[in-house]
């Protein structure tokens, strides 16, 4: 990974996490799972992190064919959609990486379909960091 990569691949994770440390903070008094919960948030988010920016990236630089845009849009599309869930860390780590693999995928490919599908993949992770931004912003 480059240098930027790995930046994006570190900041992502720390969002993530900081995400799940504010959700708690702002929860307030709470029951006794929520160490537990947060816990097992962090280690989701941790293990997607490893998953996506240590070894789908490494692969999707090596194997630049349909199935990088593909794996790309799912990935974002995930993320997108889990931002319900912003308190998970799961928008952060999933739609900056599957905006990574969109780049990767665009400049892999000639085929103007999977840029597009590339191109739709990175629009879509960066949407969805943003609004993960704005939904930890807002607890």
Do not use: Y
């Not at 994770?13 to 929520?34: C, K, N, Q």
């Amino acid at each position: 990974m480059s240098l930027g990569e790995t930046l994006v691949a570190i900041l992502a994770t720390g969002a993530g996490l900081a995400a799940i440390v504010v959700d708690r903070v702002s929860a307030g008094e709470g029951g006794s799972d929520l160490p537990l919960a947060a816990g097992l948030a962090g280690a989701v988010t941790v293990g997607f992190a490893v998953l996506l920016f240590a070894w789908a990236l490494p692969q999707a630089k090596k194997h630049t064919d349909r199935g990088t845009a593909n794996a790309a849009l799912v990935t974002s599309i995930i993320g997108f959609f889990s931002v319900a869930s912003a308190w998970t860390g799961l928008p952060f780590v999933l739609g900056a990486g599957g905006a990574m693999m969109g780049t990767v995928a665009r400049r892999g490919t000639t085929e103007p379909w999977q840029r597009g599908i590339a191109a739709f993949a990175v629009s879509i992770g960066i949407l969805a960091v943003a609004l993960a931004c704005l939904a930890i912003a807002n607890l």
